[in-house]
């Protein structure tokens, strides 16, 4: 349907189709769909802001959530499929940004900290690989969960930061844990992707071998397009020198980078991060990324949770809750042991540690997103039990959803790091 | 309260408190993680002391009782590096320097203790503005009536550690014009600039009773002279400095005024009056805004010199002090300086040949962190 008839036939006076009802709406097109959608969420994203102090991406999240199928089924998920670029886009601009802002040397200035990092991805993973275990699901299946479960959302806890400005030890730490348990997730899929595919469905894989090689070039492939593309856009920017033309070269490079890495099988997401870390290092105070690279990268950003809320989903909880659990509960366990155990040696506080273990909640399945082809990844996992999938989404949405509003919480109430709100008196 | 009694100490000990930065790595604008911070030295190894201020971005710092050139910096060296791991662990920078270049005030955190909070209930947003960085020097003194004594003896060299010291030109993002600008948000303060012209322990006495029968103050701490008595300490405090952007700086300020404190009470070139105020707040303001270039008024002769000649002249008047108390390195380093220029030159030096601001916080944080 054209947009011009979609005008038409929404403003025609017509008595059989007057009523604003649910199937008129899904009648027309995706795209002035979206755009409605987008209007509604970040109305409705400012409301939940003001009204329940809610972070605003919930709203926008909660939006999409009530377009999908899930509820009004005013857009299909396949309607995604078309948008999917843009979403990829602003995902990498948030990945590119989040590598400007992380200084990989602090790993080696507080080696206890760069131990965490891992500890706290691996035990993770691996606790919920041991829950679904014991909960009788595949061996299989319950690698593919705990590998997704290591991450959490680079995006929700960059778009947390630029809401709220938090400025301190937990948030400095969430952003930088958020890039390695995400790149970690990335490396446990790939290996996970070729044990599967050699082991064949619901049969156990045959060696390690081929799996660690396979990560290994995917890591080392992407660090060194991330490289490349950091040194290309310092580069660049020599030439160009300007600050309303640095953001549009940052997203140029941005697309370039993310489209060969998908192109090449590699990591997209490592490859910005490298990318960010790279620029940053090598142009230092000449490097200004404006948060999500300014006013369109805000849109992106907006459309983007709009099209995760999309991707929600509770079908089969009833079943599948007891995974849905072991999911949620053993992946809070893993992270928060790994960080007790390290809290005192790293220079943390216990109630920072807390803080840290409950804001790095936000889950994703970022990690797989921006390397498969369309929203509808799951499908293209080999070998993977449908139930345990379904569990993990299950879990991914609701951590995706309550995700964020915890880690507000324990940013600003429980580690105290943003500036109160100065007090005003009535004239 | 009653003023306390003034505690002996050695005469000409010499004791430095520092305020210092905290800076994020990331846009080096001001971290609030003074508590981090903190908490990470809790066991540190040196004699000296690390302590919360005003805001969650600062921390001041205090070395132990020293006697020497060598020994002062031997523990600020130290005490540096502690601090600079302790840092480096964290992901914070700490610089030197008046102020910061262009943290908002609005944006700074009360740091959460009984004293601060009520500061920050009684001069309001003047609390969070507050967010400044001295160099305290404490000078040991016998008695109170010798602190007193020196204390207006002082005044007239207090625009030298001004000028030398001056290390603020940017306030808010803008250059102010002034070197040292942190001494204008001090100004704004009812209890600041030159104490009383009283010149024994019993006079001050009864000043200090009329003055906490106003209600006005409740203890010394609410006085925010330039330079002040500290009867538990046994000694008298100059509070006009700006920290320097590195501790060798430091400790040359605080040994250029040890050997000014000898000559001024081994020699007593002078009887400080009250007519030595006369000239006090324009030789003040000299200092603050255009430096070592500034003028000076002698109070006495009504001569007006530069203020980098006076220094010369009193660094050569003092020398034979500075050789007795083994800081001739001190006194180097800051007729180095006046050829150099301030620490406040250093940082315009940087934005004049193009450094955004954070790259000149950056920079000094380096400086600071060796």
Excluded at chain 1, 243 to 262: D, F
Aim: aromatic fraction near 8%; charged fraction near 15%; include cysteine.
């Amino acid at each position: 349907m054209s947009l011009s008839s979609t005008f038409e036939n929404w403003f025609a006076p017509s008595a059989a189709t007057a009523s604003w009802t649910l199937d008129r709406l899904r009648g027309i097109d995706p795209v002035l769909g979206f755009a409605i959608v987008m209007v509604v969420a970040v109305v409705l994203g400012e409301i939940l802001r003001r009204r329940f102090r809610l972070p605003r991406l919930c709203g926008h999240m909660l939006t999409g959530a009530l377009a999908s199928p899930l509820a009004l089924r005013l857009l299909e998920r396949t309607d995604l499929d078309p948008v999917k670029p843009l979403i990829d886009l602003a995902i990498g601009v948030l990945v590119f940004e989040l590598g400007s802002r992380i200084r990989p040397r602090w790993l080696i200035d507080n080696p206890w900290l760069a131990l965490t990092c891992v500890l706290e991805g691996v035990l993770s993973g691996l606790a919920v690989y041991v829950g679904l275990l014991a909960f009788d699901a595949p061996s299989i299946s319950a690698a593919l969960a705990g590998a997704v479960a290591m991450s959490t959302s680079p995006v929700i806890v960059l778009a947390l930061v630029h809401q709220m400005r938090p400025r301190g030890q937990v948030t400095e730490r969430l952003l930088m844990m958020s890039a390695i348990n995400s790149v970690l997730a990335v490396v446990a899929l790939k290996a996970w992707g070729v044990l599967a595919a050699s082991g064949g469905v619901g049969v156990e894989p045959v060696g390690l071998e081929p799996a660690i090689t396979s990560a290994l070039l995917v890591v080392s492939g992407s660090f060194l397009l991330g490289v490349a593309a950091g040194w290309v856009l310092t580069q660049l920017t020599k030439q160009v020198r300007g600050l309303t033309t640095a953001p549009v070269l940052q997203i140029a490079l941005v697309i370039i980078a993310a489209m060969l890495a998908a192109q090449w099988r590699l990591s997209p997401l490592l490859a910005l991060l490298v990318a960010g870390m790279v620029a940053r290092s090598r142009m230092a105070h000449g490097l200004t990324v404006e948060p999500q690279l300014g006013t369109a990268g805000a849109t992106l950003s907006v459309l983007l949770f709009i099209c995760l809320g999309m991707l929600f989903t509770l079908d089969g909880f009833t079943t599948l809750w007891p995974w849905v659990l072991v999911i949620v509960v053993a992946r809070l366990v893993g992270k928060g042991i790994a960080i007790a155990v390290l809290t005192r040696p790293s220079g943390l506080g216990w109630r920072q540690a807390g803080a840290l273990t409950i804001a790095l909640q936000p889950m994703s399945s970022l990690a797989v997103l921006l390397t498969a082809d369309t929203f509808g990844w799951p499908s293209q996992l080999p070998g993977a039990n449908g139930g345990v999938l379904q569990a993990l989404l299950i879990s991914t949405t609701l951590l995706q959803f309550i995700g964020p509003l915890l880690a507000e919480r324990a940013v600003r109430d429980l580690a105290q790091e943003c500036a109160p709100v100065p007090k005003t008196k009535a004239p | 309260m009653a003023l306390a009694e003034f505690t002996t100490s050695e005469p000409l000990t010499l004791g430095v408190e520092l305020e210092l930065q905290l800076v994020s790595t990331h846009d080096f604008d001001l971290a609030p993680q003074a508590e981090d911070l903190l908490r990470v030295l809790a066991k540190h190894s040196g004699a000296w002391d690390v302590k919360p201020e005003i805001t969650r971005s600062m921390i001041e710092i205090g070395t132990s009782i020293q006697r020497e050139h060598s020994g002062l910096v031997a523990e600020l060296h130290d005490l540096r590096g502690q601090l600079s791991q302790a840092a480096r662990k964290l992901n914070i920078g700490i610089a030197g320097g008046g102020t910061h270049a262009y943290q908002h005030w609005s944006d700074q955190q009360i740091f959460p203790t009984e004293r601060f909070h009520y500061i920050s209930e009684l001069y309001g947003y003047l609390a969070k503005q507050f967010t400044v960085f001295g160099q305290h020097v404490h000078v040991g003194c016998e008695d109170g009536d010798t602190a007193l004594w020196l204390l207006h003896a002082l005044s007239r060299y207090v625009p030298h550690f001004i000028a030398l010291s001056a290390s603020s030109p940017f306030v808010q993002g803008v250059d102010t014009g002034f070197d040292s600008a942190r001494l204008n948000s001090v100004f704004a303060f009812p209890l600041s600039g030159r104490a009383p012209f009283v010149t024994t322990w019993d006079d001050f006495g009864l000043y200090f009773d009329k003055m906490t029968s106003t209600g006005v103050v409740q203890s010394m701490k609410d006085f925010y002279w330039d330079i002040r008595p500290k009867p538990e300490f046994g000694t008298i405090e100059l509070r006009v400095c700006d920290t320097p952007l590195d501790v060798d700086k430091a400790a040359a300020l605080a040994c250029y005024l040890q050997a000014i404190c000898r000559y001024l009470r081994e020699e007593r070139p002078f009887e400080p009056s009250e007519d030595d105020y006369l000239v006090y707040t324009f030789n003040r303001f000299q200092a603050c805004r255009f430096g070592l270039d500034g003028e000076i008024v002698d109070p006495q002769t009504k001569q007006r010199e530069k203020l980098r000649d006076n220094i010369v002249r009193t660094l050569a008047r003092v020398d034979e002090h500075a050789l007795d108390l083994r800081s001739l390195d001190a006194s180097n380093l800051i007729r180095d300086s006046l050829r150099h220029g301030n620490d406040a030159q250093w940082l315009r030096g940087l934005r004049a040949s193009g450094e955004p601001l954070s790259s000149v916080v950056h920079s000094a944080t380096e400086r600071w962190m060796g």
